[in-house]
């Protein structure tokens, strides 16, 4: 049982780190980086080793803080627990941080207090796996509050920058009302049940839920979606994913909206067991649906590449939210396959993102132009991301997007109830706005035509491109190979999910139920490997074909708008005659018809983002109003 | 590989197409040109089809007297056509520059930017004039194609 | 109606369709179309209207000395015609007209020309209109005449000509009703001196063939009227203005 | 052996030169038809195999502005993608490759091809091409809603559980019961597929992507050459993959004993089915602004779509 002590000695090991890199590491830079290289992978490495006892014998680790056992089978000590479920969202969170770490070494070089910069980055991961792996509500409310605080300094943490401030503000306002809402659910959990230990709270809970539970109930599911950026409570997101720096942005959009989805999946599926209740199951739905469209248009509106990336995030989240929301086996496993898949394309994403603002110095789509001439591994890395998000076939975005969406339709054939339905109708519409939005920025930042003023642009160093092939190779392993992640990871995470008095029973001290309970399995079976593997030589005969009858035909490199105009006519674009001026079609001018029919529906979200804080703050409190409403009425 | 370079020489006669230039011409010889694709002349029968880019064009044609605002913009065009490419002059202005002769705005004949392969003749030529001279064009195409092989 | 062309799209599909398949069927241009131009050279009399009137100056002429007159050439650019039929209109002796051959292509615009050539004597090359006795200042000439050389005043009954202007085309010859009108031969100016020289010896200093030998003794004046050129040097030379060509 | 066999299948029977050669004679066919509706003679029917070798011997020029390995890549992949949908459809009765889930990838397949061309015209560096590419994106938004709702109509009658959106469940349910287009609930849906196919192949009416009076032909307007003789192709492979796609999930495959028969028979139908929606509308109506084309695929085509929807999920 070596490994019941890794989760501990990982959270622990990321917050020592915080706290030694605030004393050595605000100095020198090398220090800096080691201590921050050394935790992060120390926590990366103990997460991964934990793979085979839980996810492949399928235990579940206990822990308890300072030996505090449960004393006649009533929990008082903070216990950690590491099922499968959160071993799996702790996976790919770990794998983040260390990309994120590794970008940012050169990325946030030429910027100064790195000091603080890497305190708080390892407080964040902490926070993090610290709420991944324990067991304890209180102390899940404690990373959240970690995690809100760390965030909204990172956002802000370029001052200088127009926004910033602003955003951090936002950030922490709406965070701290989420919070409070989260405490305010503890403690009355705690009045009720007087204990904080999940796995407890859920026996006792079940099936006798009290009008005080259910308020509870209410707060924790409006506390945790501010935490995961759903519907009403997303407008502080929009902000600070653009203004924080991109490895922030990376783990904004990648691990903290992972915890909020994390949280929910706890709260719902294994402290209240109410995820089997029909109204619980369309309120999700609904609220995903809504997430989904809605980030999704406001994104094509958008002409901030960072902006639009955000609005992808929270759109993204919605297709999680929504295929939680139907409590199906498949369901779920889309679900968590799709948060993974999120994780490392909107990662990949937001690292090209930051190459670009690292290179160019601006984000700005209309400024931007033809960069794919001057980097080309940036420009290949962010089609890659930008078809792994719109759910391109190869691409890992895919096949999670094609199992929520027979497992929406499936359930709405055994239920025969029509929200389901609509909800497969928006999903893929939302998919093709996504690729819509893509095909929008790849337009604007990569093709199109050079300005003369970017000239000056350099692929980004080494040490940043690693995360970016990293993340590409990712998407493409994930995307064919599902089916071997489908096996070894997701099973037991959605098994996990489902079985919630496993996970008392173990907490409780008896190691032996871990196996005890239900489990489903999937049988994907689409592609067999053996055409896979024809087809990608075909690909490639083609591909060197392509290249090789092209040898003699391209002329010089031409810049629109400096001097050499025109470098001969015949390979010159074709202006109609015209010499060759900078005539570059930037992201505002694209999707005319389609802007024009919703311009209705874009003045009403005009007006819905106003920017003033005391706004979103009152949509967060009707949200939560309302979600409260919808749990006191339907899920008695 | 011969038989199918031959398919290919074959096929350049067979489908050339056609991407238009006015440079200042009075329309007459442009509705000549279009009404070759209508009902009753229908040049479609021998493949012939206009294009919207001169980068998929095959048979370049060109009306009007080549006057000075046209005259770099033609230049441009005609070298951003890809080989085999033919030169139709329709009509008597791109030859001689018919009546505006001498006017300080015409930059001359077509012949002195490029080699002209087929000149049509008749101040708007009559449509089967046209179909004639773009088909003797597609003829050329192919000598062209083959030429280009070797 | 939604779609407006459909029953007629479909009842198209089912009916012969209207092409002309023209490389196979020959078709003709219509009566008097405006084709490729024909040119009779023995008709022209080289008058050059049609030359004057072309617009796009599609005809050019090109007049060489042979040795029996001179080689006359008309050449029509067919490139260059804009087929508005104006020289056929104004072609006095109908030498020009217009053919419906409309298959005006080829290769090398060279070959889309019609030339046509005619030798001619110069009969009456250095001859002198001259209107006999007879006439009537009906002004027929006068109206026929392409350079407008020949003016009549019918009130005063008064008839010249501008031998400048005039080609010696021969229509008023044909047109005058009382045939009055003719070439003479006219003599052979000679270089004559009035009877009040003072043989001042001017006019032979001055003559570049030096033609003419004065005697200031014996008041003697001759010229060689063989190397004379009738330059007319001598005649502005002289203070007396005795000399003339008679 | 069995990789030999699938190399024959994508690369003979119902993949590349089958589909690819049933494709440019559909192209034909279409062109003949429509001059025959405007009363003219019209091309001969092997034209677009004369373009196809045409634009083959022509010389592949690559702007200098252009992104080069994206501009060669993009017809390629299009190409593949296209293949690979090809061995989804049962041609003929035999069904090479299907999962249990195929409309899906059906929809997402019928994507790349557009995604494609959109990065193929997008890499070519010209402002034509840029306005091309954002009206080809706004057509692919305008006729997916109505395509899934389509699919979902099409599942509901059809699929049971696991095996809910697999064709090979389709073409056997209309083996058993008749084509589908015999249910009244689903006429249609059958009628809102047969109005996405142009906009999804893009004639006439729907082609204000490739608008070769306005933009030049759009996305294309600087390939020359092989690319172009790519793009040619993948728009008469997409004629005939969707025309396929209508008669196995609406007419229901025949089967009469021998492939050849069948393959014969299912030619012919795909022939009626482009001439239909492909030829008829392109010889009646003109080109849409896309505006118009938006709101007449998110009102028109999707409200008959909801309504055969609507119409079997009362369970007819």
Redesign the interface.
């Known amino acids: 049982m070596m490994y019941a002590h890794f989760p501990v000695i990982a959270v622990m090991g990321l917050f020592l780190g915080a706290f030694l890199v605030e004393i050595f590491g605000t100095k020198n830079k090398y220090i800096r980086n080691t201590i921050v290289m050394i935790f992060v992978l120390l926590a990366a490495v103990l997460t991964f080793a934990l793979i085979k006892p839980v996810m492949v014998n399928g235990e579940i680790i206990t822990y308890w803080m300072g030996s505090w056992e449960p004393v006649e089978g009533w929990a008082i000590g903070i216990g950690y627990e590491v099922d499968a479920l959160g071993l799996f969202f702790g996976l790919f969170c770990a794998a983040t941080f260390v990309l994120s770490a590794i970008y940012s070494f050169r990325y946030m070089d030429s910027d100064d207090h790195l000091g603080h910069y890497y305190t708080l980055f390892l407080m964040l991961c902490g926070g993090v796996l610290g709420l991944v792996f324990t067991g304890d509500l209180f102390n899940m409310f404690i990373m959240v509050e970690i995690i809100t605080f760390a965030s909204a300094a990172l956002a802000a943490f370029r001052n200088y920058k127009f926004g910033a401030l602003e955003a951090g503000f936002k950030y922490l306002v709406i965070g701290s009302v989420g919070s409070s809402m989260i405490l305010f659910g503890v403690a009355l959990i705690y009045l009720q049940t007087h204990t904080l230990n999940i796995a407890q709270i859920g026996n006792e809970m079940a099936g006798n839920l009290t009008p005080v539970t259910i308020l509870a109930l209410g707060l924790l599911i409006m506390g945790f979606s501010v935490k995961a950026f759903i519907f009403p409570f997303h407008t502080p997101v929009v902000d600070s994913y653009a203004t924080a720096p991109a490895p922030i942005s990376m783990m904004f959009s990648g691990t903290v909206n992972k915890i909020g989805v994390l949280g929910l999946i706890r709260v719902l599926y294994q402290m209240f067991r109410v995820m089997d209740k029909e109204a619980m199951q369309m309120t999700l739905v609904v609220i995903g649906m809504a997430t989904m469209f809605i980030a999704v248009t406001c994104a094509l509106a958008q002409h901030r590449l960072k902006r639009l990336l955000a609005y992808h995030s929270i759109s993204q989240v919605g297709y999680v939210i929504m295929a939680i929301g139907l409590a199906t086996p498949l369901g779920v496993t889309g679900g968590l396959f799709h948060a993974m898949n999120h994780t490392v394309f909107k990662g990949l994403l937001f690292l090209c993102a930051g190459a670009v603002f690292y290179a160019a110095g601006t984000t700005n789509m209309d400024k931007l132009g033809g960069l794919s001439k001057k980097m080309p591994l940036t420009c290949a890395c962010f089609i890659v991301g930008a078809f792994a998000i719109s759910g391109i076939p190869p691409f890992n975005g895919f096949a999670s997007k094609w199992m929520i969406y027979l497992a929406a339709y499936n359930k709405g054939m055994e239920t025969g109830n029509f929200l389901y339905i609509a909800a497969t109708i928006v999903a893929v519409v939302t998919s093709v706005m996504t690729l819509a939005s893509f095909i929008k920025v790849t337009q604007t930042v990569f093709f199109g035509q050079l300005k003369a003023t970017n000239d000056y642009i350099r692929d980004v160093p080494l040490s940043m491109r690693i995360p970016m092939w990293i993340g590409s190779a990712l998407c493409i392993f994930l995307g064919v190979g599902y089916n071997f992640v489908n096996k070894t990871i997701l099973n037991p995470a959605m098994n996990a999910a489902f079985s919630a008095e496993r996970y008392f029973d173990v907490m409780m001290g008896d190691p032996a139920a871990a196996s005890a309970g239900t489990n489903y399995t999937i049988n994907l079976s689409v592609w067999n490997p053996i055409l896979w593997l024809v087809l990608f030589a075909i690909v490639f005969a083609a591909v060197a074909i392509a290249i090789i009858t092209t040898k003699k035909t391209v002329g010089k490199v031409m810049l629109s708008g400096s001097d050499n105009q025109d470098p001969d006519g015949k390979y010159a674009v074709f202006f109609s005659g015209e010499r060759s001026q900078y005539s570059h079609v930037v992201g505002s001018d694209m999707f005319w018809g389609f802007r024009k029919n919703f311009s209705k529906y874009f003045d009403v979200f005009h007006k819905f983002h106003n920017g003033n804080v005391n706004d979103y703050a009152t949509y967060c409190v009707v949200g939560g109003i309302i979600i409260t409403i919808i749990v006191f009425i339907f899920v008695r | 590989m011969s038989v199918l370079s031959k398919i290919i020489a074959d096929s350049a006669s067979k489908s050339p197409w056609i991407y238009h230039i006015n440079t200042g011409s009075c329309n007459g010889c442009d509705i000549e040109l279009v009404a070759v694709l209508t ?4 040049a479609e ?1 021998f493949g012939f089809k206009l294009t919207g880019s001169p980068r998929h064009a095959d048979i370049v044609v060109v009306s009007g007297p080549i006057t000075t605002q046209s005259e770099e913009r033609l230049k441009r065009t005609l070298e951003q056509v890809p080989e085999p490419k033919c030169v139709v002059s329709l009509g ?1 202005c791109p ?5 505006f ?1 001498g006017s300080y705005s015409i930059e001359g004949p077509l ?1 002195k930017y490029v080699h ?8 708007t ?2 449509p ?2 046209v ?3 773009l ?2 064009a597609a003829g ?1 195409l192919k000598k062209k194609r083959e030429a280009m092989k070797k | 109606m939604m ?1 407006p ?2 029953p007629l ?2 009842r ?2 089912f ?1 012969r ?7 196979k069927v020959p ?1 003709e ?1 219509k009566k008097n ?1 405006r ?1 490729w131009l024909a040119y009779d050279p023995e008709k022209c009399v080289n008058c050059g209207m049609c030359i004057k009137v072309c ?4 005809i050019t002429r090109t007049v060489e000395p042979v040795e029996g007159g001179e080689k006359i050439t008309y050449e029509f ?7 508005c039929a104006t020289c056929v209109d104004f072609c006095s002796t109908k030498a020009i007209h217009m053919t419906e051959n ?8 060279k070959d ?1 020309v019609t030339v046509g050539s005619r030798i001619k004597e110069t009969k009456n090359k250095n001859k002198k209109l001259t209107c006999g006795d007879a006439c009537v200042f009906c002004t027929l000439c006068a109206k026929n005449c392409p350079e407008e050389a020949i003016t009549v005043d019918r009130a005063e009954k008064k008839w010249e000509v501008d031998h400048s202007a005039c080609v010696k085309c021969g229509i008023c010859v044909e047109k005058c009703p009382k045939k009055c009108l003719s070439f003479e031969e006219p003599a052979e100016e000679k270089l004559t001196c009035g009877d009040d020289c003072v043989f001042c010896t001017l006019c032979a200093k001055n003559c570049p063939q030096d033609a003419i030998t004065v005697d200031r003794a014996e008041k003697k004046w001759e010229v060689d009227h063989s190397a004379c050129v009738k330059c007319g040097i001598c005649v502005d030379k002289c203070p007396k203005k005795c000399l003339s060509f008679q | 052996m069995i990789v030999l066999t699938t190399i024959l299948q994508i690369l003979i029977f119902p993949g590349f030169l089958f589909a690819s050669f049933i494709g440019l004679l559909l192209a034909g066919i279409d062109r003949k ?1 429509l ?8 091309p001969p029917i092997i034209q677009p195999m004369y373009d196809f070798f045409k634009l083959c011997g022509k010389e592949t020029i690559v702007p200098a502005a252009a992104n080069r390995h994206v501009y060669m890549l993009a017809p390629w992949a299009s190409l593949c993608s296209l293949i690979v949908m090809c061995l989804f459809i049962p041609v003929g009765g035999l069904t090479f490759f299907s999962g249990n889930a195929d409309l899906i990838i059906i929809i997402y397949l019928l994507t790349i091809p557009a995604v494609c061309l959109i990065i193929g015209g997008s890499s070519s560096g010209s402002p034509y091409a840029a306005v091309g590419i954002s009206r080809e994106m706004v057509t692919m938004i305008a006729y997916e809603l109505p395509l899934i709702i389509v699919f979902l109509a099409i599942a509901r009658v059809v699929g049971r559980g696991e095996l809910v959106f697999s064709i090979k469940t389709v073409a056997e349910y209309q083996i058993a019961n008749g084509a589908l287009v015999s249910h009244i609930a689903l006429i249609p849906a059958a009628i809102a597929f047969l109005l996405i196919i142009p906009a999804e192949v893009g004639t006439q009416p729907f082609d204000t992507a490739e608008a070769e009076t306005e933009i030049c032909e759009g996305p294309l307007v600087e390939y020359s050459g092989k690319p172009l003789a790519l793009f040619k192709l993948n728009s008469s492979l997409k004629m005939f993959i969707m025309s396929a796609l209508f008669t196995t999930l609406f007419i229901g495959v025949v089967y009469t004993g021998n492939v050849i028969a069948d393959v014969v028979i299912f030619v012919a139908i795909c022939c009626l089915v482009t001439i239909i929606c492909m030829t ?1 509308v392109h ?3 003109a080109r849409l602004k896309i505006e118009h084309l938006f709101k007449f695929y998110w009102t028109v085509v999707a409200g008959i779509a909801l309504v055969s929807l609507i119409l079997v999920w009362a369970g007819l």
């Not at chain 2, 030859?95 to 009546?99: A, I, K, L, M, R």
């Not at chain 2, 002209?116 to 101040?123: N, P, S």
């Not at chain 3, 369709?17 to 490389?23: G, I, K, L, N, R």
């Open positions: 009902p009753r002349y229908d029968r008597s030859q001689s520059g018919n009546v002769k012949e002209v392969d087929v000149t049509v003749a008749g101040c030529p009559k089967e004039a179909i004639e001279g088909y003797k050329i | 779609f062309y459909l799209a479909i198209n599909f009916t369709p209207s092409t002309v398949q023209f490389p078709v241009a179309y084709g617009s796009p100056s599609a650019n067919m490139t260059s015609c804009t087929f409309y298959h005006m292509v080829s290769e090398d615009p889309l | 038809v001059a025959r509706m405007q009363h003219r003679i019209g008829l010889a009646v109506t």
